[in-house]
């Protein structure tokens, strides 16, 4: 092999690598159609929602029981989120809590019990400035462009300083093989292992095909998601007529769920 063909060959073959062909042999990685095939695979699709800064609101004044409920079963059937009824071990992406107890901080004295009560819907806030990603010795906690953070679960060791980070109680750590508890499993999304922290994605799989989160998708309008950088988008315009507040802002993360009331 002389110079020139040699430089080609290693070319060809670091391609291979790039695109993650490993399982064919080199003579079938060096052919133009496999290597046109990969990055087609890795193009974005046509329909995909993209933004530059992910965001949620949710209007607290159109959330009622069925909806909470409808939200948390849409997002945790479709991710595969097992039901483990101990408290300790319980695996949450998107959760109940009362409004006392989301927004402690704005707790005074006289407030109303109807007020204190009032059920909120939590999930992660994918942050700006996520304190979770921080932490993370092995970058399986990391923060997409688009705002989104994202876990790897293969990178997942399973240390939980990322839950020992957050301040929302976010995470959710899988002691034991979560998979026995998956009530209907869906076979198109990835089940985990036993040791891995999990949490929402914000349907980052269902924005790639152009469809919405599963929870704004069931919220009956109670919750809205789009395009923060944006000042015209949906969200934006939402957030600039309503009173709107978010979880622990005094901490610094920059939470990205925004609750109208
Ligand atoms: S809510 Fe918690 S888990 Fe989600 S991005 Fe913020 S710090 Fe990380
Ligand atoms: S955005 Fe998707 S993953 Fe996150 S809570 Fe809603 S349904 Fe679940």
Known sequence: MNDIDRRKFLKIAGLGALFGLTGLSMFEVVTKKHIEAAVEK??????????????????????????????????HSIHNVPQIAMQKEEIKWIWKETFEHAFYEMEYPYMPEQMKNL??????????????????????????KDGIVMMDMHRCI????????????????????????????????????????????????????????ACVEVSNGAIIYGDLANP?????????????IRRKPELGTNPCVYYLI
């Open 42 to 75: 890795y193009k974005i699709l046509p329909n995909t929602l993209t933004a530059q800064r992910w965001a949620i609101a949710i209007d607290l004044k159109k959330l009622d029981e069925k909806i909470i409920n409808d939200c948390i079963q849409a997002c």
């Open 119 to 144: 059920p909120v819907l939590v999930l992660c806030n994918h942050c700006d400035n996520p304190a979770c990603v921080r932490v993370c010795p092995t970058k399986a906690t990391f923060k997409r």
């Open 158 to 213: 399973g240390c939980r300083y990322c839950m020992a980070a957050c301040p929302f109680g976010a995470r959710s750590f899988n002691w034991r093989d979560p998979r026995p508890f998956i009530k209907e499993e869906n076979s198109e999304y990835p089940t985990r292992m036993k040791g891995v922290v999990e949490k929402c994605t914000l349907c980052c799989e269902r924005l790639e095909i152009g469809k919405p989160p």
């Open 232 to 244: 015209d988008s949906e969200i934006r315009k939402i957030l600039a007529t309503n009173y709107a």
